[in-house]
């Protein structure tokens, strides 16, 4: 579980942007995963985190990626309204 505040802020915008590509059409895991490594291998670039760091997000990262109810369109349930009570 990730701590520190950098990189939880990255793991949210990597996340969300999987979980925007996913809603755009791209569904195939490759797909998705050359998100990630464009996104780590800009990282390593930066010198922004340490490489221990990004090690770290992205073990989170893949995990995210590979557990397929993140990428499920939710379930609604249709409201309807509660019978009358009838008196007897």
């Known amino acids: 579980m990730l701590q520190d505040p950098k ?3 990255h793991y949210q915008a990597v996340t969300d942007a999987l979980v925007d590509t996913w809603r755009r059409g791209y569904q195939r895991t490759d797909e ?15 010198g922004l985190l340490e490489p221990f760091e990004i090690y770290r997000l992205e073990d989170d990262v893949n995990r995210f990626l590979y557990d ?18 009838r008196g007897y």
């Not at 109810?69 to 349930?77: G, I, V």
Request: hydrophobic share 40%; glycine share 6%.
């Open 68 to 85: 397929p109810s993140n990428f499920s369109e939710p379930e609604f349930e249709l409201e309807t309204e509660p019978e009358p009570l």
């Open 32 to 46: 998705l995963r050359l998100l990630v490594d464009g996104y780590l291998l800009a990282l390593r670039g930066t």
């Open 7 to 9: 990189l939880i802020r």
